[in-house]
């Protein structure tokens, strides 16, 4: 069956530095979101992504986080200079046409020393 | 703003017993909620998807109904197992945007 998936699992890195989250999405699918989830709290919305441009955006994506799709299958999250509070469980998520069942990839966990 | 409130926040029961997971949004103006399970330190598994203008869906042991004018979703579990412990979420998509609006989950334990 075809999923969403996502690397790294795991990264560590230092306040500042600039990161990329990887995901790719089921292959057919069109739409393509990143979440988050900071330890203990609710699942967020970032941004989606539709047609090579966001289509939405919360109050956090703000400048310091951008998306590309890069190639036809993958699909990236960059945070320019991380802070602590970055330190999350990202989530990327795909789905066939908007307002339809989202598939969530397993996770990326960043944390941010 | 939207927002989604589950209660109870953690339940705990037996094996065997049927149980009732509750989903309560503000804004009824929902294009379709989903609900999610999630494992410890896991990604999020797709249950169900009921679309507005559904009552209900199911699948296997599970079933989701939702009340749109008073803005309620309830997740039923049948017979539960041990191997459902798990945090399960719901979360809806409003009718405008295609971003899904989570609530807090409820941690459930099923005990042998």
């Known amino acids: 069956e075809p999923e969403v998936t996502q690397t790294p699992s795991h990264q560590v890195t230092q306040m500042g530095q600039e990161v990329i989250l990887r995901c790719v999405p089921i292959?057919?699918?069109?739409?393509f979101y990143w979440y988050r989830q900071i330890l203990g709290q609710k699942v967020e919305f970032l941004v989606s992504f539709y047609n090579n441009e966001i289509s939405e955006k919360s109050e956090i994506f703000d400048d310091q986080f951008s998306v590309e799709r890069p190639d036809g299958s993958n699909f990236t999250l960059k945070i320019r200079s991380t802070k602590l509070e970055d330190s999350a469980m990202y989530f990327c998520?795909?789905?066939?046409?908007?307002?339809?069942?989202?598939?969530f990839g397993p996770g990326t966990r960043l944390t941010v020393t | 703003k939207q927002e989604v409130t589950q209660i109870p926040a953690a339940l705990s029961v037996p094996e065997g017993e049927n149980l009732v997971l509750n989903c309560s949004f503000t804004d009824s103006a929902i294009y379709n909620l989903q609900w999610f399970r999630q494992d410890p330190g896991k990604g999020l598994t797709s249950l169900l998807l009921?679309?507005?203008?559904?009552r209900e869906q199911t699948s296997g042991r599970l079933n989701a109904s939702l009340d749109k004018s008073s803005g309620r979703s309830t997740l039923y579990i049948a017979a539960s197992q041990p191997g459902d412990s798990a945090t399960y979420l719901c979360a809806v998509i409003g009718n405008a945007g295609n971003m899904l609006t989570f609530g807090g989950g409820t941690r459930l334990m099923v005990k042998p």
């Open positions: 998520a795909s789905n066939l046409a908007g307002g339809l069942e989202q598939y």
């Open positions: 292959s057919n699918h069109l739409y």
């Open positions: 009921i679309q507005s203008s559904q």
